[in-house]
């Protein structure tokens, strides 16, 4: 498990990826973490990294800025639902 401290910008590295993954998701009882994890094809968890809110936040400007177009809604719990 790993709580993220901070994000940088590495312009040395590329984008790429080997095999294509489901992320899941949970958040602790007082909502302090959010917590995702990838799967090995056995099932098995493979990462899990833990976010709190204040790094979500800043998650959150790195997505819109990569991303301009998307709406990202202030709130929505509806996310669990589907």
């Known amino acids: 498990m790993a709580l993220i401290t901070g994000f940088r910008y590495r312009s040395d590295r590329t984008v790429s990826y080997k095999t294509r993954?489901?992320?899941?998701?949970?958040s602790d009882k007082s909502g302090g973490l959010l917590q995702l994890e990838t799967y090995a094809s056995d099932g098995t968890t493979s990462q899990v990294l833990q976010i709190d809110q204040q790094r979500a936040g800043e998650l959150m400007g790195i997505i819109a800025q990569v991303f301009p177009e998307l709406y990202l809604p202030s709130s929505s719990h509806n996310a669990?639902?589907?």
Do not use: D, I, R
Request: proline share 0%.
């Open 21 to 26: 993954v489901e992320c899941g998701w949970t």
């Open 80 to 82: 669990q639902e589907s």
